[in-house]
């Protein structure tokens, strides 16, 4: 019985050759990442910005002219209105008044009643909410600190599992996933809230799920395969996994493409920042988290580790030699 | 090659456990309690984001509890000093002291010996020790400073914030919202959070009185610009019809604590407050009114003039009257707030959320669609690529889900819109594992392996990835448990129980389930 399959067998992709250009386009990816957060900036959601939010739903579709007036007449600040979902659906947006927290309360109330008085009574208010700045600089100090916290400790246990080029080459991979998503926030302008944390915490994850298995291959042929130049090894790695990798982010993808389309509207910037860190962290195994290994001497301290272990042997049936059958 | 029977039992006890554990969240809450007790009964809550509802982050102003005690210290000070006749020009506050300047230095041993008497020890607080005070008394040429050590402060705050949440439960009960969530949150906040309640603004009037309730003595001949010494001036209600400031004695005769119940009730076709006092309170209330007969007693909450009747007969069953221009509601209300007692310090909300109940419909609507279409859309996927083992890794997905759900509701875990995305991404990453195995079988197949040994070997092999690359996941899911609120912790917890419950199928389960599979079947080759 033969299935379909998304990569053929045997594949023999020379990865390894484009790791330069690949190294580049990254550098690239990153400096452009944060070219696009120093120039067009990032779209602080009120979680982090402080400020009050309106999730409004007017009886007709919506007058965002009329809607503006109406709140301009309030003495907002920062007003910021934007369609979503259906024509009726309007986020409406309010910097934080002042420093004074009771006053957005007091705020909150005007802006409904300015909007009830001007567009009846029928205005459906389904969701409010208000951010005080201090709660805002602390949720961002917090959002940072759990990403440097997970960094850190996901590191560590590569490094307890592994050896520490692996650690290294992790953590630079990874790095570059934020990078590039915090540039995916800036350029596609979706809001930037607790959630997108969330969401670059488990692009975190799924990147290191990967770069982990990866690297586990590789560690083995490195045990298997002791005369095979190390490009090459890698290259063998990748494709020997190449199957996998590719299978996991479509079924993950697929999962998270149905969140995309039927998740609703509340989820739908999260979800598409998580599709990104998919394909960016697959990017990163195959073209970051493996050729750094080579310039970090890694095969020196393979052999060193498993001196006198086995030696010299380089054959392609070591495995089973290795693994006796059952 | 086959199963060990304690696996077997161990994948067949999982399933029926999680299912017993789900079935709670299917019946509905009447008919659960009703149950005996040895039957499972915690359930999975959904989050204010899916049944609307209103969350709110109060902070309890220390500044003012600090003020509070500041101000009832240099009172002290100033009668400790008149007392012990010690000439002073001026008591102030200067940041967290009182400070009093003295008219002649040389009574300064005596002030430092005198005003000893009204530094108190700490509050019981383990951490400051026995005996440790809460002033530091300094002198220095005609200046005494009584600085409100930092220990004094933190033990002050403390236990504003515990009497404050006292209070705010109190008040929200009297609400009768359906359980609400009232707890303290570091050191000076408190989270309310109120299902169902579309419009906090109800609850927000409610917690945003202090509710200091005092009566006072009204000095009827005394001029509001100039007040005398021990009389200060207070506001009325805004648009009442009583005059716009009244001078009062500054000493209250009675407070709002000798309260104990106050009732919404009708005097004359007017709504007024009627309350009862204690056994002290009604005692003082006799001996005033007795004194004071045609007089006017001034009612004052917050600061403000409620009103100011005139005593006609002395009062002294223990009961009275607060009129006002009251309406149905507000008299409710006051009776609700002088019941649930005085808050220590002003509340302020630092952050607010609330969710319509229609939006959490939808939001439930949207993610259970997604679910569907996520799980549909991957058990197919594995179906076309794998064949018959696809339909095995889709029976350790169906297991997975089983216990994701059973996991979160044997914690009695909080289901948000996040979370079930944690649970959708769970499906899809799930059969990760399964795809490690079933590839690495493939492989061991392609280096001339028979049957029973690829499948062994494509297990054992790809075992040290399936666990290194789950806890990997599994310190990001905890690292963002630890440092998320709300929504976002829902995430994290179903991602957790999902690393979690994956690494339990996609292994144990698919080993067993092939295996079965093998030794019924004997095939001469591996359908993959």
Do not use: C, W, Y
């Given at each position: 019985m033969r299935h379909p399959r998304l990569v053929p067998d045997n594949t023999n992709f020379p990865f390894m050759r484009f790791r330069m250009a690949a190294l580049v386009a990254s550098i690239i990816v990153i400096l452009a990442s944060i070219g696009l957060v120093a120039i067009k900036g990032i779209n602080w959601g009120v979680d982090f910005e402080g400020g009050i939010v309106l999730e409004v739903k007017t009886p007709q579709a919506a007058d965002l002219a009329a809607m503006r007036a109406a709140l301009e007449s309030t003495g907002a600040n920062g007003i910021r209105l934007q369609q979503f979902g259906d024509p009726t659906d309007v986020l409406v947006r309010i910097a934080a008044p002042s420093e004074v927290a009771s006053e957005a309360q007091v705020q909150i109330d005007r802006i409904k009643g300015a909007l009830t008085g001007r567009l009846g009574q029928d205005i459906q208010f389904d969701r409010a909410d208000f951010v005080g700045p201090q709660v805002s600089s602390e949720l961002l100090h917090d959002g940072i600190l759990a990403t440097v916290v997970a960094l850190a400790l996901i590191t560590a246990y590569v490094w307890f599992r592994f050896e520490w080029q692996y650690s290294l080459g992790a953590m630079i991979s990874v790095v570059h996933d934020i990078a590039a998503t915090?540039?995916?926030?800036?350029?596609?302008?979706?809001?930037?809230?607790?959630?997108?944390?969330?969401a670059v915490l488990t692009i975190v994850g799924y990147s290191l799920n990967d770069k982990v298995i990866v690297y586990d291959r590789i560690r083995e042929n490195l045990r298997l395969y002791k005369a095979m130049s190390l490009e090459e090894l890698l290259n063998r790695s990748l494709n020997e996994t190449l199957g996998r990798t590719m299978m996991t982010a479509a079924t993950t993808a697929l999962a998270l493409l149905a969140l995309v389309i039927f998740g609703g509207e509340v989820l739908r910037g999260f979800t598409v920042a998580m599709l990104w860190g998919v394909f960016i962290g697959t990017y990163s195994t195959t073209f970051i988290a493996a050729p750094v290994l080579i310039y970090f001497n890694l095969r020196s301290a393979a052999q060193k580790a498993k001196a006198g272990e086995g030696a010299g042997k380089d054959k392609t049936k070591g495995k089973s030699l290795a693994h006796p059958a059952q | 090659m086959r199963n060990p029977t304690w696996k077997v039992i161990l994948v067949w006890a999982a399933v029926v456990f999680g299912i017993v554990l789900i079935v709670p969240n299917l019946i509905p809450e009447k008919t659960l309690d009703a149950l005996p007790g040895w039957v499972p009964k915690q359930r999975i809550t959904l989050g204010l984001d899916l049944q609307g509802g209103s969350y709110m982050l109060l902070q309890v102003d220390t500044a003012a509890v600090v003020k509070d005690r500041l101000d009832t210290l240099s009172n002290e000070t100033r009668s400790q000093l008149r007392e012990a006749r010690i000439g002073y020009s001026g008591i102030g506050l200067q940041g967290q002291s009182v400070v009093a300047t003295l008219t002649d230095a040389g009574q300064l041993q005596a002030a430092l010996e005198r005003l000893k008497s009204i530094n108190q020890t700490v509050g019981g607080s383990a951490f400051v020790g026995v005996g440790t005070t809460e002033l530091d008394i300094?002198?220095?040429?005609?200046?005494?400073?009584?600085?409100?050590?930092?220990?004094?402060?933190?033990?002050r705050v403390s236990s504003a914030v515990t009497q404050s949440l006292e209070v705010v439960r109190r008040r929200i009960d009297e609400l009768g919202t359906r359980e609400p969530t009232i707890q303290r949150q570091g050191a000076d906040r408190i989270l309310v959070q109120v299902p169902g309640e579309k419009d906090p603004a109800n609850i927000k009037r409610l917690l945003g009185q202090t509710a200091r309730l005092s009566f006072h003595m009204v000095d009827m001949n005394a001029d509001p610009s100039q007040p005398p010494p021990g009389d200060f001036v207070l506001p009325g209600v805004p648009g009442s019809p009583g005059p716009q400031q009244y001078v009062l004695n500054r000493r209250a005769e009675l407070q709002g604590d000798n309260l104990t119940d106050a009732q919404p009730t009708f005097q004359n076709n007017e709504a007024v407050v009627?309350?009862?006092?204690?056994?002290?309170?009604?005692?003082?209330?006799?001996?005033?009114?007795q004194d004071n007969v045609g007089k006017f007693f001034a009612i004052v909450l917050d600061d403000k003039v409620i009103s100011a009747p005139r005593i006609r007969e002395p009062i002294t069953g223990g009961a009275g009257v607060i009129s006002g221009s009251f309406t149905v509601e507000s008299a409710n209300e006051l009776a609700v707030l002088l019941r649930a007692g005085a808050l220590p310090a002003p509340l302020t909300v630092v952050e607010e959320r609330s969710v319509g109940a229609e939006l959490g419909a939808d939001s439930i609507r949207a993610g259970a669609i997604a679910s569907g279409v996520a799980v549909v859309a991957v058990v197919i996927f594995m179906m076309i690529y794998y064949g018959l083992f696809g339909v095995f890794a889709n029976l350790a997905l169906v297991v997975n889900i089983i216990l994701i759900l059973a996991g979160l509701s044997l914690l009695g875990s909080t289901l948000t819109l996040p979370g079930i995305a944690g649970i959708v991404l769970t499906i899809g990453m799930a059969v990760d594992s399964n795809v490690l195995?079933?590839?690495?079988?493939?492989?061991?197949?392609?280096?001339?392996?028979?049957?029973?040994?690829?499948?062994?070997?494509?297990?054992?092999?790809?075992?040290?990835?399936?666990?290194?690359?789950n806890v990997t996941h599994l310190i990001a899911s905890l690292v963002l448990f630890e440092f998320g609120t709300g929504p976002i912790k829902g995430f994290a917890i179903t991602l957790s129980i999902g690393v979690l419950t994956t690494m339990f199928t996609a292994v144990t389960v698919t080993r067993v389930v092939i295996l079965y599979w093998h030794r019924r079947t004997r095939p001469a080759t591996i359908p993959l």
């Open positions: 915090v540039g995916f926030f800036a350029i596609t302008g979706i809001e930037f809230d607790l959630s997108s944390v969330a | 300094t002198g220095d040429g005609n200046r005494v400073t009584l600085k409100l050590n930092d220990a004094a402060v933190t033990a009627s309350f009862r006092l204690d056994s002290i309170g009604s005692r003082k209330f006799a001996q005033v009114t195995i079933f590839e690495r079988i493939r492989e061991e197949m392609k280096h001339g392996r028979g049957p029973v040994s690829s499948i062994q070997a494509g297990f054992d092999k790809a075992m040290r990835a399936v666990i290194d690359a």
